[in-house]
Each structure stands twice: as structure tokens, then as C-alpha cells.
């Protein structure tokens, strides 16, 4: 089953490998192997708390600790326990150097996220004197450029990252939020193209994309991308999200209202869905509702201005 898992990988058929690592897992439920590949495919899909459980379970199962913990530290960073990285994964003995650079890199990730930016640069500095030039420190680095408003020396940064790792999600995802910010709209939508091809279920990436369309008017090449979101994503709030806006704009009322609410019941506080019922609900005269949605935008948000659907920064996938 987990070779039948692996050939499933290989044709990019994740669900059906999925399938048989599971039933793999239901046969022995301590294939370490088969832990890890499950959890790389939630990984790869989104699904970034499945993926720290099922990693998790790898490592006490006793899979190589060089394999799942840089990705472990990947899941808990996205699911807000970067602490974790250093509590309980700083300590692995790690034989590969990339291993070790990596570990240092997301611990630079989550320090970032806290604020401290002097920490973060520190740790990837020592990710990259655990590995030269490995690509995902050098993002980290060029962030912090960002962060201090050096958008132009950040984005040599990120180009140069690029050179050595073309695919790299990560950089080319980066480049695009510096383009933005620069002014720059048109480069940055193959930047966040590239994150799509190398990468096929990244939200942000998405939603960036279709954000920048939509700002453009280029309806249907939106309408495109969020099909293809679907396809790569399923029912996932965001992909739901961007359609119902879609539909909003195309006159599509009772559609756009149907799928708004089945953002809500997964995320109910999410600030862009919220304005997007209490537009919808204006137009049905539901005024008790629609007030009570405004309220709650007030509530979290009092200073918000917003003339189209959010940029990836708002991450509705860490509401799913």
C-alpha cells in the first residue's frame, strides 16, 4: 500500500495516495513511513494541522528525524506553535546539515512573527553557517530587508535566491509581495503565478492573484484562477470566499449569498466575508442582519477601508 502511495505521488495523484496511506495506516498504525508521507500530503495541501499530527506520530514512530523535522517546524509555524520548534525540536540530534539549517530557519520564521527581528536575523545567519547558501534562510533574510522598508535591496535579494532555486516558492512568493508594495502590479502576477506552478495548493498565492484580477477587471481570467483554486483545493473557504465575490460582481446575488454563508459557518468572524453578507444581506432588505454584520466589522476593524477582496495577508486559512 505505501508503494502504491508512492506511485500515486509520483502522478501527482495526492488523494488517492492519501487513500492508501490510510489504509496502510489501519493495518499497522506505526508505519513511520507512512506517517510521513501522509503528513507531507497534508502538508502540501493545506491541511497544516493534519500534517503536524500525522509528522508528529513519524518521528515517535521512529521515521528519520532528518526527513520530518524540517517539515514539522514548517507545520507548527503555520499553525501558530512555532514555540514548539525550540521546546521540543531544537534538541533532535539532526545529521544533515540542510536539516539543521532548516530548523534555524523556521525558528528566524517565527521570531519574525514575534517581533523580533534582531533574533530572527541571528538564526538565519546560523542556518546559513549550518549550510551556505540554503535558499529558504536567504528569504528570511531578504524579509527582514523588507521589514525595514528596503524593498528595492530585498528584491536583488529575492532574485538572487531565484537564480540558485528557480522554483522556489517561498522566493517567488516574496517577489510578489514586494512588487505590490512597489507599485509594480503587473510583474507581480507571474511572480505569484509561479508559487501556483510550483506549488498548487498555495492559498495565499491565490488569493493574491485573484485579488490583483479583480482589481484590474480581468473578470474572467479571476473566474479562471478561482476554478482552478477549486480543482486544487476543493471546498476550501477561500476558494468559496472569492466565488461568491465573483458572483457578487456578475450579478449572481443568490449565489454569491449561498456560498458567503458557508464561509461564515467555518469562519465566522473572517472581516472580508462579513462585508460581503452585509452587502448581499442590504440588497435582500435583511437590515437587522446586515447591521448586525457591520457591527462586527466595527468591533474588529474600525479604521478598515477596503474596495475589493483582501489580499492573502488577511490568511483565511487559518481560520479552516
Given amino acids: ?42 502538508y502540501e495541501q493545506g491541511d497544516y494541522a493534519g500534517a503536524e499530527k500525522e509528522l508528529s506520530r513519524a518521528l515517535d514512530a521512529g521515521y528519520s528525524p532528518d526527513e520530518v523535522v524540517p517539515l514539522l517546524a514548517k507545520a507548527l509555524v503555520a499553525t501558530g506553535q512555532g514555540d514548539k520548534i525550540t521546546t521540543e525540536l531544537a534538541n533532535r540530534r539532526l545529521e544533515k546539515p540542510e536539516s539543521r539549517a532548516a530548523i534555524l530557519t523556521m525558528q528566524g520564521t517565527n521570531l519574525i512573527g514575534k517581533g523580533k527581528i534582531d533574533e530572527a536575523r541571528e538564526a538565519f545567519n546560523s542556518a546559513l553557517r549550518e549550510s551556505a547558501n540554503y535558499p529558504l534562510a536567504r528569504v528570511g533574510l531578504a524579509r527582514l530587508r523588507a521589514i525595514g522598508r528596503d524593498f528595492d535591496g530585498a528584491l536583488v535579494d529575492v532574485d538572487a535566491v531565484l537564480k540558485d532555486a528557480p522554483t522556489l516558492p517561498e522566493a517567488h512568493s516574496l517577489r510578489g509581495d514586494l512588487l505590490l508594495t512597489m507599485g509594480r502590479v503587473d510583474e507581480a502576477i507571474p511572480a505569484f503565478e509561479a508559487v501556483i506552478a510550483a506549488k498548487p495548493t498555495d492559498v495565499g498565492a491565490y488569493q493574491n492573484l485573484i485579488s490583483v484580477l ?40 443568490k449565489e454569491a449569498y449561498d456560498g458567503v454563508q458557508q464561509v461564515l459557518r467555518v469562519a465566522p468572524d473572517y472581516i472580508p466575508a462579513l462585508l460581503l453578507a452585509t452587502t448581499l444581506q442590504l440588497q435582500r432588505q435583511d437590515f437587522v442582519q446586515a447591521q448586525e454584520n457591520a457591527k462586527k466589522v466595527i468591533e474588529r476593524a474600525p479604521n478598515l477601508q477596503m474596495d475589493g477582496p483582501p489580499p492573502a495577508r488577511d490568511r483565511l486559512h487559518r481560520h479552516a
Avoid: C, W
Avoid at 502522478?11 to 489504509?23: P, V
Avoid at 479571476?222 to 473557504?237: C, I, N, S, W
Avoid at 472569492?242 to 457578487?248: C, V
Fill in 1 to 42: 500500500m505505501v508503494t502504491s502511495a508512492k506511485e500515486y505521488i509520483a502522478k501527482n495523484d495526492r488523494n488517492a495516495a492519501s487513500i492508501q496511506l490510510k489504509n496502510a495506516l489501519q493495518k499497522d498504525a506505526n508505519l513511520g513511513e507512512a506517517r510521513f508521507l501522509l503528513g507531507k500530503i497534508n
Fill in 214 to 253: 479583480l482589481r484590474q477587471n480581468k473578470v474572467d481570467l479571476a473566474q479562471a484562477k478561482v476554478t482552478e483554486m477549486r480543482k486544487a483545493l476543493g471546498g476550501h473557504p477561500m476558494a468559496v470566499y472569492l466565488q461568491s465575490y465573483i458572483n457578487l460582481r456578475s450579478g449572481k446575488a
